[in-house]
C-alpha cells in the first residue's frame, strides 16, 4: 500500500517536470525592456531616433515610440518608423522644432504585456551631425618644379549653407603611403585645400569631414588618393648641378691665380728695361767711383758716334814715352790688364809685349810702341808711330821687329751701326812723318773680326798734352803743330815725346767685337796727347 | 582795449562750443544713431556690420557651450535630466524651424533678436553676482571670467544690432514700425522670481546656463538668416 502511495508521487513528479519542460521549451513572456540609443539631425531641420529592443518572449511583439514635446500638448507617437530602419522613428520637417524638448519613450508590447523604456530628454539643437562632405577629389598642380595637391569636396547635400540656418566648417587629415599616421588640418567655411608641402612619388590618402554649428563632426568621408609623378624632379639636379660647377671651377682658378701671381705680375706688368752696362755693377758705382771701376766704366762704354752722320775717320795715335821706367811701364801695364776684362785679348798681348818693351831700354829715340799685330791675330792695340828717324832713343824699339819703322796707325770708321764693324776691314795708314807733318799711307789690312777690341786707357794717369792740328791735307796728312804741353810735368814737354792719341771722349762698349776707337775730332782742332802705358 | 576783449571772448565761445560738440558726438551709448543722413555722420557699411554681429553672436554661443559643458559634467554627470523647466524668456515667441523663421520677415526677426538680447542682460549681472558668492571655489574662478565675458558680449550684440537695425531702415530694408524696446518691458517676469525667491544656487545656475546656452544658439541662427535674406552673398 506504501508503495503504491509512493508510485503515485513519482507519477506527480514526472508529470510535473514534463509540465515545465513544455513550458520552458514555449516560454512566452512579456517583451523585455528596449533601449533608446541615440537620435541624431543632420541638418538641423528633421532627426532620427534609433532603438534597440528587448527580449521578444517568445511573442510577436510591438514597438512604439511616443514623445511628448515643449509648448506642445498631449503625446504624440512616432510619425514615421519606415524611412530610417529597423527600429527607429524618423521625424521629419513639420514634426521637428528646435531649442524645444522632446521627451521620448519606446513602449514594446506583445500579447503577454507591455514593456517601456527609459525617458530621452533631447533637444534638437544639441544632436546635429551632419553626414560628411561628398565627392571629395583630389589634384596634382605643378606650380614652378615644386608640386602640390589640391583637394576639393562638396557639402553634404542635405545641408542648407544658403539660407544661413546652418554653418558648415570642414577639417581633413592626410596620410603618406603606408603609414598610419596621419595629419589633421582645418579648412574653415572652404570647400577646398592645398597640400604644399608634397613630395614626388608618394601615395597620399585624404578624408574630410564637416561639422555644422556647434555641434558633432560627421564621420570621415571615403579615402580618396594620389600619387605624386615622379618626372617633376628630374629637372632640378641639372639647375643644382650647373652653378655648384661653376662655384668650383671659379674657386680653381683663383686658387691658381693666387699661386702664380708673382708670374702674372710679370707677365701682366712687365719690368721696364733698365739701362744695363754689362761688366759694371751699379752697386759699385753708387757707393763710391774707384780708379777700378772708372777704368771698367771706360772699357765698357760703347762709342756713341750716333750723333755724327757722317763717317769719320779717326786717327789713333799714341807716341811712346822713352822717359818711363821699364818696371813703371810693366807695373801700369800691369794695372792696366788686370783692369781690362776678360773678354779682351789685350791681356796676353800686353803681357808678351812687355819684356819687348823692356827691352826697347836703349833706343834712344823717339819710337813708337806698338804691339805686333801678326803674333795674334786679333790686335787690338792702337798703333803708335814714330817719328821718322829723328828717334834718338826710344826703349822700346824691341817690338817695332816685326815691323818696319813706319807704324801703322788704326783708322776706324765710326758711323752708323757699330754692329757692323765687327767685319770691318780695318784700313791701317802707314805713317810717316816728315817734320811736324804726319803722311798717312793707306794700306789696306784686313783683319778678322773676332777678338779685335781696344785699349782703353786710364785717364787719370795720363797726363795730357795737345798737339795742335796745323792743318789736315786729305785723307793722309796731318800737319802738327808742336807745342809745350801743358802738363805739370815739365819733363814730358823736354822731351817732345808726346803720345798723339785720340781718345776716346764717349763711352764704349765692349760687348762687340769692336775694331777699334771712335774719336772725334775737336773742333777747336787739338788733338790729345795722351801718354800710352803700354 | 575794447577789441581784445572781444577778441577773447569770441575764443572762449568758440572753444566751449568745439568742447559741446565733441562731447556729445562722443556719446555712443545705446541711443540710435544718425537719424538723418543729411548731418553726415558715418556707419561702417551695412557688410560689416552684419559681419561683426554674426561673428560676436557665435563666440558668444560657443563659450555658453563651453560653459554648459563643464557645468554639467561637474554637478550632473548624467546626460539626461528628466525634469521639466521653463526659461525666464519663454515668454518671448520665437520661430523654432527654418521655415517659420524665413516667413517670419525681416522686421519681426530683428524685434525678436532685439528681444531676446535685451532679457538677458539682467539675468547675467544676478549669475555673477550669485556665482562670486558661491562657496565652490573649484570651478568658479575660471566659470565667473566666462560669464562675465558673455554679460559684456551681450551688451555689445545689443548695441550693434541696434545700429545694424538703424542703417537698414535708413537703408529701407526695415520698416519703421521697430522702435527702441526697453529690456524692462521684453522680459516677461525677472528672473530672480521666475526661478526662485532670495539666493540662485548652482541648480540654478546650470538652468541659467542651459537657457543661455540655447538663447544665444537662436539668436545666432536667427542673425544669420537676417543676413542671408538681406544680403545674398559668399558666405550664405
Known amino acids: 500500500m506504501q508503495s503504491l502511495f509512493w508510485m503515485m508521487r513519482g507519477l506527480e513528479l514526472a508529470l510535473l517536470l514534463l509540465l515545465c519542460a513544455a513550458l520552458q521549451s514555449n516560454s512566452m513572456s512579456p517583451p523585455g525592456k528596449p533601449v533608446l540609443l541615440s537620435c541624431r539631425s543632420p541638418e538641423k531641420e528633421t532627426f532620427t531616433c534609433w532603438w534597440e529592443p528587448g527580449s521578444d518572449g517568445g511573442l510577436p511583439t510591438t514597438h512604439r515610440l511616443y514623445y511628448e514635446r515643449e509648448r506642445l500638448k498631449g503625446t504624440h507617437e512616432c510619425p514615421d518608423y519606415q524611412s530610417a530602419g529597423k527600429n527607429s522613428c524618423f521625424f521629419d520637417k513639420n514634426h ?78 592626410v596620410k603618406q603611403g603606408n603609414s598610419n599616421k596621419w595629419k589633421e588640418y582645418t579648412s574653415g567655411t572652404q570647400t577646398h585645400f592645398r597640400l604644399y608641402s608634397v613630395s614626388p612619388g608618394v601615395e597620399y590618402t585624404v578624408q574630410v569631414r564637416c561639422m555644422l554649428d556647434h555641434g558633432f563632426w560627421s564621420e570621415w568621408s571615403n579615402t580618396s588618393s ?52 754689362s761688366g759694371v755693377d751699379f752697386q759699385l758705382l753708387k757707393s763710391a767711383p774707384t780708379e777700378d771701376t772708372i777704368n771698367a766704366l771706360n772699357q765698357n762704354f760703347p762709342c756713341m758716334v750716333a750723333w755724327k752722320d757722317q763717317m769719320e775717320d779717326y786717327l789713333i795715335v799714341t807716341e811712346n814715352d822713352n822717359r818711363f821706367q821699364p818696371d813703371f811701364f810693366s807695373s801700369q801695364k800691369r794695372k792696366n790688364s788686370l783692369l781690362f776684362p776678360s773678354g779682351l785679348y789685350l791681356h796676353s798681348e800686353i803681357q808678351e809685349s812687355e819684356p819687348r818693351l823692356n827691352d826697347q831700354e836703349n833706343v834712344g829715340k823717339r819710337s813708337l810702341s806698338y804691339v805686333p799685330a801678326q803674333e795674334h791675330q786679333n790686335p787690338s792695340l792702337n798703333f803708335v808711330f814714330t817719328e821718322a828717324p829723328d828717334q834718338t832713343h826710344s826703349k822700346h824699339d824691341a817690338s817695332v821687329k816685326p815691323f818696319p819703322n813706319t807704324g801703322y796707325v788704326d783708322i776706324q770708321r765710326c758711323g752708323g751701326n757699330t754692329q757692323e764693324v765687327d767685319e770691318e776691314q780695318l784700313q791701317y795708314s802707314r805713317v810717316k812723318e816728315v817734320d811736324s807733318a804726319l803722311i798717312l799711307e793707306k794700306e789696306n789690312i784686313t783683319l778678322s773680326r773676332s777678338g779685335y777690341t781696344d785699349i782703353q786707357r786710364q785717364e787719370e794717369n795720363t797726363s795730357e798734352g795737345y798737339s795742335r792740328v796745323k792743318e789736315v791735307g786729305g785723307d793722309s796728312v796731318v800737319i802738327l803743330q808742336q807745342k809745350k804741353n801743358l802738363s805739370p810735368d815739365s819733363a814730358y814737354q823736354e822731351e817732345r815725346d808726346y803720345y798723339m792719341d785720340y781718345k776716346p771722349r764717349s763711352p764704349h762698349v765692349t760687348g762687340f767685337n769692336r775694331t777699334g776707337l771712335c774719336t772725334e775730332m775737336n773742333d777747336s782742332g787739338y788733338v790729345d796727347n795722351v801718354l800710352n802705358h803700354f | 582795449m575794447l577789441t581784445d576783449k572781444t577778441g577773447t571772448m569770441k575764443e572762449v565761445g568758440l572753444a566751449a562750443l568745439m568742447l559741446v560738440y565733441l562731447e556729445l558726438s562722443m556719446r555712443v551709448g545705446s541711443a540710435p544713431i544718425c537719424h538723418h543722413e543729411q548731418t553726415g555722420c558715418h556707419t561702417p557699411p551695412l557688410e560689416d556690420l552684419f559681419d561683426r554681429v554674426v561673428q560676436q553672436s557665435s563666440r558668444m554661443h560657443g563659450i555658453s557651450s563651453d560653459l554648459q559643458s563643464e557645468f554639467g559634467r561637474h554637478f550632473f554627470p548624467s546626460k539626461n535630466i528628466i525634469e521639466k523647466r521653463k526659461c525666464h524668456t519663454h515668454g518671448i515667441l520665437t520661430p523654432a524651424d527654418k521655415e517659420n523663421t524665413q516667413r517670419l520677415g525681416r522686421d519681426q526677426l530683428t524685434e525678436v533678436i532685439l528681444r531676446l538680447l535685451g532679457a538677458w542682460a539682467d539675468p547675467l549681472s544676478q549669475l555673477l553676482q550669485s556665482m562670486s558668492l558661491d562657496k565652490n571655489q573649484d570651478l568658479n574662478h575660471h566659470n ?88 545674398p552673398g559668399l558666405d550664405c
Not at chain 1, 671651377?249 to 752696362?277: A, D, E, G, H, S
Not at chain 2, 560669464?147 to 544690432?161: A, K, N, P
Request: aromatic share 8%; hydrophobic share 40%.
Open chain 1, 96 to 173: 521637428t522644432s528646435i531649442w524645444v524638448d522632446y521627451y521620448l519613450t519606446v513602449v514594446a508590447s506583445n500579447a503577454l504585456g507591455n514593456a517601456t523604456s527609459d525617458l530621452l530628454k533631447l533637444d534638437v539643437m544639441e544632436i546635429v551631425k551632419p553626414d560628411p562632405p561628398e565627392n571629395v577629389a583630389l589634384q596634382v598642380e605643378d606650380r614652378e618644379d615644386s608640386p602640390l595637391l589640391h583637394v576639393s569636396w562638396e557639402h553634404p547635400h542635405n545641408t542648407d549653407i544658403k539660407s544661413g540656418w546652418v554653418t558648415i566648417k570642414y577639417a581633413l587629415r
Open chain 1, 226 to 277: 594620389m600619387g605624386i609623378p615622379n618626372y617633376l624632379q628630374t629637372e632640378r639636379p641639372f639647375w643644382v648641378l650647373m652653378p655648384t660647377l661653376f662655384v668650383i671651377l671659379c674657386t680653381v682658378v683663383m686658387f691658381i691665380l693666387v699661386l702664380k701671381r708673382k708670374n702674372l705680375k710679370q707677365y701682366v706688368l712687365p719690368p721696364v728695361p733698365r739701362p744695363k752696362i
Open chain 2, 144 to 231: 565667473i571670467n566666462k560669464v562675465l565675458e558673455i554679460s559684456d558680449m551681450v551688451h555689445e550684440l545689443r548695441d550693434g544690432v541696434e545700429k545694424m537695425a538703424e542703417k537698414m531702415k535708413l537703408l529701407g530694408v526695415l520698416g519703421n514700425t521697430i522702435g527702441y524696446v526697453s529690456p524692462e518691458i521684453l522680459a516677461p517676469s525677472p528672473t530672480v522670481s521666475f526661478y526662485k525667491q532670495g539666493e540662485l544656487n548652482s541648480m540654478d545656475h546650470h538652468d541659467l546656463l542651459y537657457c543661455l546656452n540655447r538663447d544665444s544658439n537662436k539668436i545666432k541662427n536667427y542673425l544669420r538668416v537676417l543676413k542671408c535674406t538681406t544680403l
